[in-house]
C-alpha cells in the first residue's frame, strides 16, 4: 500500500522560499511516477511538477524556473523547492503517486494519472 504525507506549507511574503516535503512509503524504486499538484477553491487540481524513476522531469508553465522537484530515496521523500513566491503560488499543495513499469521520459501533470494521494499542506503567499 501506497501512503503519503506531506508538510513544509507555511505563510510567506512575496519573493520569499519554502520546501516542501512528502514522505513516501510502499512505492517500488525500480518504477514509479511522483508528483506535486495544488489546488485552490476557485481552480481546478493544476499539475505542478513530476518526476520518474527513469529521471524525466517535467513543470507546469507557471512554475518553470522557479520551483525544483527532487527525490531522495535513502530518505524515501519527494521534495518540491519553491522560490520567488507570487500570490498565485497561494494553494493547498498535494504529492501524488503512481506505480510506473516503463521508461518515462514526460512524467504527466494530469491528477487522473496518479492513484495515490497525500492529504495536503496549505502555502499562502502574500504580497
Known amino acids: 500500500q501506497v501512503h503519503l504525507a506531506e508538510s513544509g506549507g507555511d505563510s510567506v511574503q512575496l519573493g520569499g522560499s519554502l520546501r516542501l516535503s512528502c514522505v513516501v512509503t510502499?512505492?517500488?524504486?525500480?518504477?514509479?511516477?511522483l508528483a506535486w499538484f495544488r489546488q485552490t477553491p476557485e481552480k481546478d487540481r493544476e499539475g505542478v511538477a513530476a518526476i520518474s524513476g527513469t529521471g524525466g522531469i517535467v513543470y507546469g508553465n507557471s512554475v518553470k524556473g522557479r520551483f525544483t522537484i527532487s527525490t531522495d530515496f535513502a530518505k524515501a521523500t519527494l521534495y518540491l523547492e519553491m522560490s520567488r513566491l507570487e500570490p498565485e503560488d497561494t494553494g493547498v499543495y498535494y504529492c501524488?503517486?503512481?506505480?510506473?513499469?516503463?521508461?518515462?521520459?514526460?512524467?504527466?501533470?494530469?491528477?487522473?494519472?496518479?492513484?495515490?494521494w497525500g492529504q495536503g499542506t496549505q502555502v499562502t503567499v502574500s504580497s
Open positions: 510502499g512505492l517500488s524504486r525500480s518504477g514509479y511516477l
Open positions: 501524488a503517486a503512481e506505480h510506473s513499469y516503463g521508461p518515462s521520459i514526460y512524467p504527466p501533470l494530469r491528477p487522473d494519472k496518479y492513484n495515490y
